[in-house]
């Protein structure tokens, strides 16, 4: 599948086909866009024109770009987690909730 992005330091619009990182070009991060390939395949030069310097714009830029949330199942990602595997986060639940201030008030008026 056809996904668009949009290089920042070469101000230039891609279609590449997965989620890439990276710039074919220069190896800088790439944007993802919301718009599709069809979408940008029937545009006429102009409005290519408009869009690319929409996306040099920093602040229109995110209103244009989006994430996946399928890249955790994409061959990149898995390759990526096999790499730099996550250690393991371990929490505990706190059995006593009554803040510290309140602790001590009731601990003095129990004596």
């Avoid at 668009?4 to 890439?20: E, T």
């Amino acid at each position: 599948m056809m996904y668009m992005h949009y290089c920042k330091r070469c101000h230039r619009v891609y279609m590449l086909n997965g989620h890439k990182l990276r710039c074919p070009k220069c190896r800088e991060r790439l944007t993802e866009l919301k718009l599709t390939y069809m979408d940008y395949v029937t545009m006429d030069m102009e409005a290519r024109e408009q869009f690319v310097s929409s996306c040099n714009d920093e602040a229109q830029l995110p209103k244009l770009s989006t994430t996946y949330r399928m890249y955790k199942y994409s061959k990149w990602y898995k390759d990526l987690q096999k790499q730099f595997p996550q250690a393991a986060i371990i929490t505990y639940s706190k059995t006593d909730n009554t803040p510290m201030e309140k602790r001590r008030v009731h601990d003095l008026t129990t004596v």
